[in-house]
């Protein structure tokens, strides 16, 4: 008779409810603050190559010309980015790629993408057994010179054309 009394008691149910719905919240709450700092991090690694990629702009008023003047222009843009994301503290893989695909003498353009490939330490995502997630940014971008009489590395020997074609990778 007692333990038909117990069985049929149902006091202290809602506190077992709760603390399950409890955990399972918790669960949720964690896993999404995990990938929220991997986004956020994802952010930071975009506006590091939006910096790379304005540095024709920032650096100096004059880098435009410095760039239209110089030998390997491919290179020097490269480095010049490079030097950005170390200065930055990017931790990963960065590849620039530099294409002038408009050489004349009233005219020069170029494009360039910047890739940033690193990898975010989960926490909380542990428990599921994934560690890293890789996080990957692509930022494209362009730029043009005109005027009259233009130079190019070409113009001095129009055989010479390995410079208007650059992919440089960094691992920091």
């Given amino acids: 008779m007692m333990i038909k009394k117990i ?14 719905v409890f955990i399972v919240l918790l669960g949720f709450i964690s896993l999404s603050i995990d990938i929220g700092l991997a986004y956020m991090y994802r952010n930071k690694i975009l506006e590091i190559a939006n910096v790379m990629r304005d540095t024709r702009f920032t650096k100096d008023a004059n880098q435009t010309e410095v760039l239209s003047n110089n030998m390997n222009p491919g290179d020097y843009m ?10 930055n503290n990017f931790k990963g893989k960065v590849t620039i790629n530099f294409h002038e695909h408009t050489t004349h003498s009233t005219e020069r353009r170029y494009d360039v993408t910047i ?18 997630l890789p996080i990957k940014v692509v930022v494209k971008g362009y730029g043009y010179k005109n005027g009259s009489d233009l130079w190019n590395p070409s113009s001095n020997n129009p055989y ?11 691992i920091y």
Wanted: aromatic share 12%; charged share 30%.
């Fill in 7 to 20: 069985l049929k008691d149902e006091k202290g149910d809602i506190l077992i409810l709760s603390t399950a």
């Fill in 78 to 87: 490269a480095d010049l980015m490079a030097e950005y994301a170390r200065k």
């Fill in 160 to 170: 010479y054309t390995s410079w208007n074609k650059v992919e440089k990778t960094y």
């Fill in 115 to 132: 890739t940033m490939e690193s990898v975010y330490k989960t926490t909380t995502l542990n428990v599921f057994n994934i560690k890293e």
